[in-house]
């Protein structure tokens, strides 16, 4: 029996980091879209669709890793593929408007934002933290409300609610990537090594 614990709960200790990396990630670029001297909203923009790339693409790998661990890493795959298409689309699609673009943006939070929530919920029985995931769900869904809601409001306050969401939501996964670096599991289950990849969003991680 207590070698069965060992080998389910390895995961946990090797890749709590990658909640952590990601949640640095978000602000790093946060802090630059309040920091960047002069930076545009087009600017921007691209620079979130290359943070949904990357973000997405850890997604998706941690949640391939942890398929033998946990029923939940669909939904980090998911989760991750939503981010690695919507870095994919504002990259390649330099005809589409930057209102377009934004409201492609917002759309991808209220998915991402909801699959958080559904994977802090199925995953309350067996983690300690998971309040950090379902808030950065709540932060993504309310994010994309005020994007859809405000798409065509000026440069500088698009730049402030992107930058403000992005530190906040970095903020909630490295507390959640704390959590489980100190071992904080109900059941010892290996089911956190899905939740390494969203990130978010997804930023599955």
Not at 71 to 79: A, K, S, Y
Not at 150 to 179: E, K, N
Request: aromatic share 12%; hydrophobic share 60%; proline share 2%.
């Amino acid at each position: 029996m207590a070698m069965h614990d060992n080998r389910m709960t390895q995961p946990i200790s090797r890749y709590w980091w990658a909640l952590v990396l990601r949640g640095f990630a978000a602000i790093i670029f946060g802090v630059l879209a309040f920091t960047w001297p002069g930076i545009t909203l087009q600017v921007l923009v691209l620079f979130f669709g290359a943070y949904a790339l990357v973000d997405g693409i850890l997604s998706v790998a941690a949640a391939i890793r942890g398929r033998g661990h946990t029923e939940n890493w669909w939904l980090f795959l998911l989760q991750g593929l939503l981010g690695i298409g919507l870095g994919v689309l504002t990259w390649l699609a330099p005809g589409a408007t930057t209102v377009a673009i934004l409201l492609y943006i917002a759309a991808w939070a209220l998915v991402t934002g909801v699959l958080e929530i559904v994977a802090a919920i199925r995953l309350r029985h067996e983690i300690e933290g998971e309040f950090w995931l379902g808030l950065g769900g709540l932060l993504s869904i309310a994010f994309g409300l005020l994007v859809f809601a405000f798409p065509l409001a000026g440069a500088l306050g698009l730049i402030w609610l992107i930058g403000s969401y992005a530190i906040a939501f970095g903020l909630c996964l490295i507390a959640l990537g704390i959590r489980i670096r100190r071992g904080k599991t109900r059941s010892g289950a290996g089911g956190i090594t899905g939740m390494m990849g969203r990130g978010t969003g997804t930023v599955p991680v």
